[in-house]
């Protein structure tokens, strides 16, 4: 079925980990992002995408690396998590061109560092 | 630095009642206003998207409104129900910010049957 597909849906590492949150899309949306979701924080972006190879910061992005090498596939990988990054992550994807530019997200990873 | 926030953070209100959401963001220069809907434990579902040209979008009971000037965005549930409750989040993008979204905390409904 069409649509964002993160993998896995809830993940427990320990601290130290190199862990990989996955994203993928059937849309070929040219731009895709990464959120985090944070009590009393709501959502805020990690990294984005605007195209293949072409990616840049958000407001929250130490600690995270991504990579884009193809347009369906975005995935966010903790280089050695803390327990900071214990939180719920979202991706989503947007179209661009006329008319209703919206975004959509995946159903996110609940992740744990412990 | 965008900031949206959300008042209340939480309401409650009986089956059939009409109610109101509220939004405010501090730049006006944006690029459009999204709402959305959150279930627990799941992903963000796009209920009404207005872009900056626009002072209204509806979709069934829902209406958003937005007025640049003030800063302020609405919410309009008619004839509220049960299935209704839900976190209803605000996002506002940025222009020149590559349709990043800034988002609000959120206001928690629920709806009493």
């Known amino acids: 079925d069409a649509g964002i597909t993160q993998s896995p849906r809830y993940k427990i590492t320990e601290t130290g980990r190199q862990v990989t949150l996955m994203c993928h899309q059937t849309w070929s949306h040219s731009y895709m992002f990464w959120y985090r979701q944070d009590l009393g924080h709501g959502l805020r972006l990690i990294y984005y995408s605007a195209a293949a190879d072409i990616t840049d910061k958000g407001e929250v992005p130490d600690g995270y690396v991504v990579s884009r090498s193809k347009t369906e596939n975005f995935p966010l990988t903790l280089e050695s998590a803390t327990r900071s990054q214990t939180s719920v992550y979202f991706c989503?994807?947007?179209?661009?061109?006329?008319?209703?530019?919206?975004?959509?997200f995946g159903s996110g990873t609940r992740l744990t560092v412990v | 630095k965008q900031e949206v926030t959300q008042i209340p953070a939480a309401l409650s209100v009986p089956e059939g009642e009409n109610l109101v959401l509220n939004c405010s963001f501090t730049?006006?220069?944006?690029?459009?206003l999204q709402w959305f809907r959150q279930d627990p434990g799941k992903g963000l579902t796009s209920l009404l998207l207005?872009?900056?040209?626009?002072r209204e979008q509806t979709s069934g009971r829902l209406n958003a409104s937005l007025d640049k000037s003030s800063g302020r965005s609405t919410l309009y549930i008619a004839a509220s129900q049960p299935g209704d409750s839900a976190t209803y989040l605000c996002a506002v993008g940025v222009r020149g910010s590559a349709r990043q979204l800034t988002f609000g905390s959120g206001t928690q409904l629920t709806v009493l049957p």
């Open positions: 989503a994807s947007s179209i661009i061109g006329q008319g209703a530019e919206g975004y959509t």
């Open positions: 207005i872009q900056s040209s626009q």
């Open positions: 730049d006006s220069a944006i690029y459009n």
